[in-house]
């Protein structure tokens, strides 16, 4: 018996469980899988939505928390498991120059540092860019990235050692169990597991797991294809975003090349049709990377959402039942905001962020 079930061990689930355990709860992550092996490993580790002001003020504002709580929480991470997660703040070169006068808008409303910026100071920024001799470059000096393996990694190694935390991998959940209107726990491959309240934090998979509990909700795969190059190090210093493609330096010198966007169910293979156009958009950004060998290609499957604003909170015709899912592509970025506004919820805290925006409604959902 815990106090707390979390099924998912994606970041999400995984920051939920230790915000409640540090807490003081005793906490059971289920995961049917490997933990952090899906949609938080698969991506590039942005720490900022990649055009924010096309998403609603909920997102932003969760992001907006997360990006001034990351430091923290990597420093936290580093020394509670001995592995760095590579927080870095080595900035967003856009080359996107039609979006820069509602990019100056929003940084205006959300106080955010951005510059707009030549071509050729884009250039002198970053070597071997393919910045435009017109048409003005925006540039985000302080805008971070995070090694999102290696921030899982120490997730998991630092939720190992926590004693209050139990973490059970390969155990797939075939349902809740209730009791009336109450939900007391979930049926798992490995038995009956019960606790005071369930948290559902299962990324694409949540609705599938919720079933007529979850309809209207629309939480459902998009799959994102992604390259990594080698690289050596110091050729890309920056971030580079440009047409939806984006470019992240790693320090160890590897370059991620990412992402698709692909609504084919929970179809996670690759396609040679998006390693070619990838590729091609990565030397278009920086035609050096012509002579640097493309290491790996992956897919990973986004848990898209109407708008990317997740639902965060209790069910709202289940009692001991709580959502966290539904983050679409930003998941890294505002994941310890989305784990802190429902620990609060769970724990009955005044709320670091209202949580009326991600308050799961009552839509289509059946008994």
């Not at 995984?14 to 709860?25: F, I, S, Y």
């Not at 155990?171 to 369930?198: I, K, N």
């Not at 190059?229 to 160890?252: I, K, N, W």
């Not at 966007?261 to 035609?287: C, I, N, Q, W």
Request: proline share 7%.
């Amino acid at each position: 018996m815990s106090d707390f079930i979390v099924v998912g061990g994606g970041l999400i689930g995984l920051l939920v469980a230790r915000e409640l355990a540090a807490a003081g709860a005793a906490v059971t992550v289920v995961e049917r899988g490997e933990l952090g092996k899906e949609a938080s490993w698969a991506g590039g580790g942005i720490l900022s939505p990649l055009y924010p002001w096309r998403y609603p003020g909920a997102v932003n504002a969760l992001a907006r928390w997360s990006q001034a709580y990351f430091p923290e929480l990597a420093a936290a991470l580093a020394e509670e498991s001995g592995i760095d997660p590579e927080w870095t703040a080595s900035g967003l070169l856009m080359l996107d120059g039609g979006e820069a006068e509602a990019a100056q808008a929003w940084a205006a409303r959300w106080d955010a540092r951005l510059e707009r910026i030549t071509g050729a100071a884009a250039r002198e920024l970053q070597p071997g860019l393919a910045a435009p001799e017109s048409g003005p470059v925006l540039w985000w000096p302080a805008l971070a990235q995070v090694r999102n393996p290696r921030l899982l990694q120490a997730l998991v190694r630092a939720l190992s050692l926590n004693k209050r935390v139990t973490l059970r991998t390969g155990c797939s959940v075939a349902g809740l169990l209730s009791e009336g209107e109450t939900v007391r726990g979930v049926r798992s491959a490995q038995g009956e597991l019960r606790a005071d309240a369930v948290v559902v934090a299962a990324g694409a998979w949540s609705a599938g797991l919720l079933g007529p509990l979850a309809g209207g909700w629309h939480i459902a795969p998009v799959r994102g294809q992604m390259l990594l190059l080698q690289t050596p190090p110091g050729l890309l210093r920056h971030m580079v975003l440009a047409d939806g493609r984006y470019l992240v330096p790693r320090r160890d010198g590897r370059v991620l090349m990412g992402s698709t966007l692909e609504y084919v169910g929970f179809d996670k293979s690759t396609t040679a049709a998006a390693y070619a156009e990838l590729h091609a958009a990565a030397l278009r950004l920086m035609p050096a990377l012509a002579r640097c060998p493309v290491e790996k290609h992956w897919a990973g499957l986004r848990p898209g959402s109407p708008e990317g604003v997740p639902l965060i909170g209790a069910h709202p015709i289940r009692r001991g039942l709580y959502v966290n899912a539904g983050h679409f592509r930003n998941g890294v970025v505002t994941g310890p905001a989305s784990a802190r506004v429902l620990a609060d919820v769970l724990l009955g805290r005044p709320p670091v962020l209202d949580p009326a925006p991600y308050r799961p409604v009552e839509k289509t959902i059946t008994n």
